[in-house]
């Protein structure tokens, strides 16, 4: 079945570090993929998303590339700052009558000043 | 983008009794509406999939009795625990699709707490 693997957290950065946080998925067919970022005691939130292989999402300093050769959708973003602590899901959504979007694990993410 | 709206954000109820949650698109008709349970610190688990005007779709291990789903328009979704005990506390979260290709928004999510 359609899967979604993460790094494993928590992450612990310094402001203005680099980020980086794996994504891989396994899926039957061409899925869309995204990032949705949930703050604390708050629902979801899109971050950004990429529908077929090459597109790149970006939105708030963040992106991730769509690589189908890896199966991979790497978050990645310059220069974190402390608004950034959440928890970041990657997720995949089959293009079936029901389109249903699948989560990763999710990675928590600390932005230290 | 697209509102979803949940009502209530919260909810503490006793132990036996019944909770409706309501979800509801504000500004778009959701043909499609999935229903999310979150434990905290872990992901969103999928529990349903629920059509406008047909019966939901159950996840495994899912007890459809025990999570009644109705999708009675093509605004409003409602999830009832029934018998609720207190492992059934949890974050439900659901979300709404316009169509097939569309993007899935989501709601804001409501605490349950059985007591």
């Known amino acids: 079945g359609n899967s979604v693997t993460q790094m494993e957290g928590p992450v612990t950065l310094s402001e203005e570090a680099f980020l980086t946080i794996n994504c891989t998925y396994t899926?039957?067919?061409?899925?869309?993929l995204f990032w949705y970022v949930q703050y604390p005691g708050e629902g979801l939130q899109l971050l950004l998303k990429a529908t077929k292989a090459d597109d790149k999402g970006s939105n708030k300093g963040f992106e991730a590339t769509y690589r189908k050769e890896t199966t991979s959708f790497h978050l990645e973003k310059g220069s974190v700052q402390v608004s950034d602590s959440a928890v970041y899901f990657c997720a995949l959504s089959e293009e079936t009558s029901y389109d249903k979007v699948i989560f990763g694990p999710g990675t928590s993410l600390s932005v230290i000043p | 983008g697209a509102v979803v709206s949940q009502h209530p954000s919260w909810v503490i109820c006793k132990s036996g009794t019944s909770v409706k949650i309501e979800c509801r698109s504000l500004d778009f008709q959701a043909t499609t509406m999935f229903w999310y349970r979150q434990f905290p610190k872990q992901s969103l688990m999928l529990m349903a999939t629920s059509n406008e005007g047909s019966k939901a779709t159950y996840e495994q291990g899912v007890e459809k009795d025990k999570f009644l789903i109705n999708h009675a328009s093509l605004t409003l979704s409602t999830l009832t625990v029934t018998s609720a005990h207190p492992e059934d506390s949890s974050f439900y979260i659901c979300s709404a699709k316009a169509g097939p290709n569309t993007e899935a928004f989501f709601g804001q999510g409501t605490r349950l707490t059985v007591v």
């Open positions: 899926a039957t067919g061409y899925p869309s």
